[in-house]
């Protein structure tokens, strides 16, 4: 896998970057989680809590506090997730799965628990610029791509090169965990990422789910 090796045009400045986005995208491959497998290998629908747990602790970096780092278990678990948040994983098929509401909600939970200066916000029927324009302000995102099966998935956007139109992402996908950490952040093209991003299956409609993004953001 290939990484930009100079900064692009649509990359934030030195000065507008924080200081995780100064580095390499492959630095994030870090702060890679496995969302794990349900029993006989089928995998998980612990996207939502893994990406979340993710990006807290990539936080917790930046905020210099390295006596803690989060599990998807403690979003899981120490989140006060209503139904409607997160379906029960008891339910077949479709347990686990977490709502663009239920991640907003647990990380504002756990920022105000942590005594963190930071906030979630949901963006729904978002575009291009909205993603190029939250990284180069040095935000961070989730961003739910929807399956052709119907299934969805939380991937977290961490870089975009407008160079070659590439979107890097801190994917929870469980095979990355056999890959070296510096291999474990993906690329793949916009117009790929963007035909799953912005697909829409039945469920989809009904929900309101429409090109979905968090953006997580530092208070001023």
């Known amino acids: 896998m290939e990484y930009p090796k100079q900064q692009t045009l649509d990359h934030p400045s030195k000065e507008e970057q924080s200081p995780i986005q100064k580095t390499f995208p492959s630095f994030f491959g870090q702060f890679y989680m496995s969302q794990g497998f ?4 089928v995998i998980s629908n612990d996207c939502g809590p893994t990406s979340l747990a993710m990006i807290i602790n ?10 803690l780092s989060l599990r ?8 006060r997730f209503r139904f409607w948040d997160r379906i029960p994983a008891t339910l077949p098929a479709v347990g686990g799965a977490t709502a663009p509401w239920g991640i907003v909600s647990a990380f504002n939970q756990w920022m105000l628990k942590l005594g963190l200066p930071w906030s979630a916000e949901r963006i ?3 575009n291009r610029h909205t993603i190029i324009k939250n990284i180069i302000s040095g935000k961070y995102i989730s961003a739910l791509k929807v399956w052709k099966n119907g299934g969805a998935h939380w991937v977290n956007i961490i870089d975009f090169s407008s160079e070659d139109d590439m979107v890097y992402t801190l994917d929870p996908n469980p095979y990355l965990v056999h890959l070296p950490q510096n291999r474990r952040v993906q690329k793949e093209s916009w117009d790929k990422f963007a035909t799953d991003w912005q697909r829409r299956k039945p469920w989809s409609y009904l929900f309101g789910i429409d090109r979905e993004l968090i953006i997580y953001s530092r208070n001023l």
């Open 38 to 41: 349900r029993d006989k290998g």
């Open 58 to 67: 990539v936080i917790l970096v930046q905020e210099n506090i390295r006596n």
């Open 72 to 79: 998807k278990e403690n979003i899981i678990y120490q989140s």
């Open 124 to 126: 729904n029927a978002a």
